[in-house]
């Protein structure tokens, strides 16, 4: 059963415009959430995290916000650019345990 | 180097061979990971190791995966007996520690096709 949920598998948006990039989670223990970004043939690199603690967390054109009544976290682009072309993955942490990763959302940034 | 190296970048083998993936962690990293990317797939983890604890094999999907660190570093994925829903890039990470930090600094992969 699958703990952490990105139910878009892609997303078209065009250049300047905002992108927002869902996750749901299930379980209500986790404390930290990360936000990966993957190009193709290269490794995941870290973006963006929040914990838990917060409902919002902001670098540059990167926000994520963290709804935990819900269990949804979303990360917010924007300005969106071409360069944001990528596989976005959300993974969550639960203490010392390892990170659970979603399947990814698929973002195409249209100039 | 100063990122994750993994080797090799591309392995193509038969069904029933064993096949083994190898990755070099960033210097002073405690902890290593091994995920694996299935086609469609998100990222499922396999295994990690910590320091000297004993490693965490809650995530291999078969008696088949095994993996070691070898002083501390170096780790060696084998999987024996190969089959195709093997078919998968295989990533390794390594971080400082565990801890809810959770950043993880990933290799580029090895991509593994089963024929």
């Known amino acids: 059963d699958q703990q952490v949920k990105q139910n878009s598998p892609s997303l078209s948006v065009q250049e300047g415009r905002i992108s927002i990039l869902n996750c749901d989670y299930t379980?209500?223990?986790?404390?930290?959430f990360l936000w990966y970004k993957k190009y193709p043939a290269e490794g995941p690199t870290f973006l963006i995290s929040?914990?838990?603690?917060?409902d919002k967390n902001e670098d540059g054109r990167f926000t994520v916000f963290l709804n935990k009544s819900a269990k949804h976290l979303s990360l917010h682009i924007v300005p969106s650019q071409p360069g944001d072309s990528a596989v976005y993955f959300c993974?969550?942490?639960?203490?010392?345990?390892?990170?659970?990763f979603g399947k990814g959302t698929r973002l195409s940034v249209i100039a | 180097g100063a990122g994750v190296s993994q080797s090799p970048s591309n392995k193509v083998t038969e069904k029933g061979k064993d096949v083994e993936l190898r990755c070099d962690p960033i210097?002073?990293?405690?902890?290593l990971y091994w995920y694996r990317q299935s086609l469609g797939q998100g990222l499922e983890f396999l295994i990690y190791?910590?320091?000297?604890?004993?490693?965490?094999k809650s995530g291999l999907p078969s008696d088949r995966f095994s993996a070691e660190r070898t002083g501390g570093s170096v780790s060696t994925l084998t999987i024996q007996r190969t089959q195709q829903e093997d078919s998968a890039v295989y990533l390794c990470?390594?971080?400082f520690g565990l801890g809810n930090t959770g950043e993880l600094f990933f290799g580029e992969g090895s991509r593994l096709t089963v024929l």
């Open positions: 210097s002073g990293h405690t902890a």
């Open positions: 190791f910590q320091g000297n604890s004993a490693p965490d």
């Open positions: 379980n209500s223990m986790f404390d930290y």
């Open positions: 993974a969550a942490s639960l203490g010392n345990t390892p990170l659970v």
């Open positions: 929040i914990s838990s603690i917060k």
């Open positions: 990470a390594s971080s």
